[in-house]
Structures are given as C-alpha cells and as structure tokens.
C-alpha cells in the first residue's frame, strides 16, 4: 500500500454556487484542482471508516475524477465506497443509493445542464446522510478549508473496472460497483401504480415521447418505459448517454429541448412529452402542443396527489423556491395544508422534508421531487404525470386548463440574460437594492408598488437565516417581479428576471403569457435598466 501526501497551494476560487462547484472542464483539468477539493470535503467531514457513495452523470472528465476520488477515499480511510456502474449515477439515483445503504454522504459528479465534453463544463456536490445537497454551514467549511489546504493523500494503485457491477478492495478499503437502475425502479414502483401506467402505454390510444437529451436518463428511460412499462421501442428518444451531450446543451427547456418540442407540437403529435437534464434531476412536461410551465406543473401534482398510491393519504405541505409562481400556494390553501417559499436550490427543501413539514417541493427551474429523496427527480415527475393521465383519462391540456378554471391562472415567465459581464450585473443589483426602500407606494403605469425587499429566509427547523436571496418587487393586484444572478452559471454573469401576474377569469386564460406580462416585463426593464448594465437588446433565453 503506497499512499502519497502531495504538496499543493489553494486556489481561491473552489466557493460552491447554488449546486456545488462548477467550472468549465480545463479548470478541473487543471493540477490539484479536483484534488484539492476532494481533500477539503475529506478533511472538514471525517469520513474515516465510513460508507460514501460516487457516481456522476457521465459527462466528460465523469471517469478519471472518480478513478482520482476512489484512490483519494481509500488513502484518507473511507471504509467503503459504492460506485454506479461506469461510474454514473443520476443525482436523484445518487440521493437514492445513499438513502437505501444509510451511507454517511456522497459525492456526485455533474455539471447539471451546463453542456458538456473536452470544452464544456463539470462540477461535483457533497451530499449528507438524507440523500440531500449539504448545507450551506458544510458547503461553507469545504470552501474555507480549500482556501488553507497545503497538501492531500492519494493511493498510487491503478484504476479500477467500473463497468461491471462486482465488488473490489483499494488498499484497506472495499469498493462496490452497483447498478443503480434496480434500485431506482424499485422505489419508482413503491410510489407509483405501474399496472395502470402500464395500461395507459400499451392501450394503443397513448403515445408519449421521452427525449433523454443523450444525457444520464438514457439508460434509466428504456428500463422504465420501454422495458418495464410496455411502450414501443422509440419512445425514448437521445437515450445513449454521451459524454458531450451529443454537442447538445442538456436543459429541457423549450430552446434546448427542441427535438422534443418538434416532436410535440408537429403534426400527429403524441399525447404526452418529456424530457430530463444533463444529471436527470430536472423536467419539462409537454402535451400535444401544449407546454406545462415547471409552477404549474408543482400545483397540478399538488392538487392530484390523492390520486396516486404513494400520496394517497394527503401531503403534509408543499414547499416551493421564491421565485416559482404562487400557483402552488393556492392549492396548499384549498387543501388545508402548508406552503412554504424557500430561496433557489434544491437544499433549502431538506429540513422541511426531514422534518415533514413538506412532501412535495418544487421549483421554477423545471424541478419537482418529493420526501422519496432529498433531490429534485425528473423521471418521478414524468411518472407522477403519466399516473395522473392514467387515473383521470384526460389530456395533458384538459388537465391544466380545468386546473386553471378551478384555482385561477397565474402567468408566469423567466427571462434569462446569460453570459453577461459580471462586474455589470452585480453594479445593476446594486443599485436595485439601493431603491429598494424608497419604491413602495410608486406607479408604473397601472401597476403600483406594494412592497419590495431582497429575500431572506430564516429556515422553520434549524432557524438559520439565509439573506440576498433574490430581489422581489410586488404591485397591489398580486402581480409580481424578481430579479437574481444565477448561481450555477461558470461563464460571465446570468441575470433571471422572473415575471408573474395572476389572472382568475377564465375567459382571459388563452392570452398569450408574454403578452399578459407585457406591462412587467417593461416595468422591469424600466427600474433595473436592464438593457444598459447588461448590454443587450433582448433575453437570450425566454421560458
Ligand atoms: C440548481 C439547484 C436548483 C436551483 C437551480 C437554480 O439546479 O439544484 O435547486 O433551482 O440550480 O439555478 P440558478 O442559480 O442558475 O438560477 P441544478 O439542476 O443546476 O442542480
């Protein structure tokens, strides 16, 4: 057994973003990087004689971080590491596999939906013993100690086979490559009427199409829909996984998911469209032409979660990010439960889940998961809408619109700004924050300022407060704006500005939404001057 100590410097910059660290490849490429965090996640978490899961979502660079992980685990004394078969592991699939072996945490490897390959981007996340992103009191002592880190341990041994399930010693410690998908599908079935679905895919009057984005879903999507599930060979389009996305840019939106979006909104459309991200945590839903935005989705699945087996006894509340549209808080209210408004990312749902305060969560960014894992989970979303459509025998659109009839509309839309000059972006917010007390009371043409403030939350469990969360403007008649910078951007600054208006008469649900939200969208513009500080004319990307 030969373990090294390798003498390296920090390098200042490894501070996690909303889902971890994320820096184009080259960055990671670069000597001591990896290393250097990996070591700091060791060093600040004590993980001597532990269980700890690895896995990735098969992006570029996704095989030699682990063979580096997996030497660097059994040198600083990890007792046991689980590993997805070559080396991927969905997120949701990771929170699972670490949940169902009461592992002590897990380190997962993605970039999300950054695109990927020699010139795209990669990342990597600890996650804690509830399956669930770290915290920010961890997150913020793995990147103090990246800032005073002198030296790490790794194993000089060679790489291992990771392509077959079967199990391996590294020095002291075991090693177990697993096939994620059983255990995955298992849980999947726990929560789900598979004998319905399976009805609904072969009755021969229901043609969907999952779009894999040749991301991580891939292999996941054939096992459950084509295998297991009884739909035609084909339903589950890009599902090769590729280490570049196939060139893609893997978020299922309506820009980058477009082969889906031909397919559902072309002619002989099939009922029900999907599609999952990069790391398989995010959803979009489509109809036949017809596209379900990610807030509506989390209030549709909130309203009808009575109907399926694993919510049938009632949801102990719904949590949503600030930004998501309030449609949710109207169905919390309906049914008698509690909704709570969390600042953006996936780990502020944690302790609300733990605590079962929340069952389901979901958020603007085509997230949806609930207390089956501490991560958002695209195929469970596909599955919780194919189980609605199989009990109520309706279409995607029926669905929304009775919804919408029953609860109101709210018209809701994200406008991104990407890969803006940084030093800019954070001068505009600067100078929002500056306004902020002096605009209640103010008219925009017919919209006036009911109140405005940059979003903090103090946490219901542990009482810690999160603070700048995302700059909320809010007019009389419900209608709102947010302004924030993204944090899971590597290049430049994102700006998102987030519109929302609240429409009940049924009559004006057909209006176009860029048209309802026409007046925010340029009262918006008008007080953070978005076009000066950003130097652009228009988003780059409209969801
Ligand atoms: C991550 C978090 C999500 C969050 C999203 C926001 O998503 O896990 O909870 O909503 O970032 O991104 P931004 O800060 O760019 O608005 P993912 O899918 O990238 O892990």
Not at 246 to 253: L, R, S, T, V, Y
């Given at each position: 057994m030969n373990i090294k100590t390798i003498s390296t410097t920090p390098f200042n910059d490894q501070k996690p973003g909303t889902s971890g660290l994320r820096k184009s490849v080259k960055v990671f490429q670069s000597p001591h990087y990896l290393e250097n965090f990996v070591q700091s996640i060791f060093d600040t978490l004590q993980c001597e004689n532990k269980t700890l899961v690895v896995g990735g979502?098969?992006?570029?660079y996704n095989r030699q971080a682990i063979q580096t992980i997996l030497k660097m685990a059994a040198a600083n004394g990890v007792g046991r590491m689980l590993v997805g078969q070559g080396g991927i592991l969905s997120t949701p699939a990771a929170s699972c596999v670490i949940r169902e072996n009461q592992a002590f945490g897990g380190i997962v490897l993605s970039a999300s939906h950054n695109p990927g390959g020699p010139d795209g981007d990669f990342g990597i996340k600890y996650n804690v013993t509830n399956g669930g992103p770290a915290p920010e009191k961890i997150t913020d002592a793995i990147y103090d100690r990246t800032k005073t880190i002198d030296s790490y341990k790794i194993l000089e041994a060679a790489d291992l086979d990771l392509d077959r399930p079967g199990s391996f010693k590294l020095a002291m410690m075991d090693v177990e490559v697993i096939d994620p998908v059983v255990p995955y599908i298992k849980l999947m079935e726990s929560l789900f009427d598979f004998d319905r679905i399976k009805d609904l895919l072969t009755s021969g009057k229901f043609r969907m199409c999952m779009d894999s984005l040749h991301a991580v879903t891939g292999s996941y999507a054939h096992a459950i829909f084509e295998q297991r599930l009884g739909a035609p060979a084909g339903t589950v389009q890009n599902g090769i996984p590729l280490e570049d996305f196939?060139?893609?840019?893997?978020?299922?939106?309506l820009v980058y998911a477009h082969d889906l979006v031909e397919v559902l909104y072309?002619?002989?459309?099939?009922?029900f469209g999907a599609a999952s991200d990069g790391d398989g945590d995010r959803n979009m839903i489509l109809g036949r032409h017809f596209f379900v935005t990610p807030s509506d989705s989390l209030a549709v699945l909130t309203a009808n979660a009575h109907l399926v087996p694993g919510y049938k006894d009632g949801l102990a509340g719904v949590a949503r990010s600030m930004p998501t549209s309030a449609a949710c808080d109207r169905v919390a209210e309906k049914l008698g439960i509690d909704c709570y408004e969390t600042p953006t990312g996936w780990k502020f749902f944690g302790n609300l889940l733990d605590a079962n305060k929340a069952t389901l969560c979901g958020e603007e960014s085509f997230g949806t998961g609930s207390n089956h894992v501490r991560e958002k989970d695209g195929l469970w979303a596909v599955l919780f809408w194919l189980n609605i459509l199989a009990v109520r025998g309706e279409s995607v659109e029926q669905i929304v619109r009775t919804h919408w009839q029953t609860y109101?509309?709210?018209f809701y839309s994200r406008h991104d700004y990407e890969e803006v000059d940084a030093a800019r972006a954070n001068e505009m917010v600067e100078r929002l924050r500056s306004l902020l007390p002096n605009l209640k009371g103010q008219q925009f043409g017919n919209y006036q300022v009911a109140y405005s403030d940059d979003f903090s939350y103090t946490d219901p469990v542990d009482g810690s407060v999160s603070q700048k969360q995302g700059i909320r403007i809010g007019f009389t008649d419900g209608s709102r704006i947010v302004f924030r910078l993204s944090?899971?951007?590597?290049k430049g600054a994102t700006l998102r500005l987030y519109l929302e208006s609240y429409e009940p008469d049924a009559s004006k649900h057909d209006r176009d939404t860029q048209e309802a939200l026409a007046p925010l969208i340029a009262i918006g513009e008008e007080i953070a001057q978005i076009r000066k500080f950003t130097d652009r004319e228009a988003p780059t990307v409209i969801t």
């Open positions: 979502d098969g992006r570029y196939g060139g893609g840019h893997p978020d299922p939106n072309g002619e002989n459309a099939p009922d109101g509309r709210n944090g899971t951007g590597t």
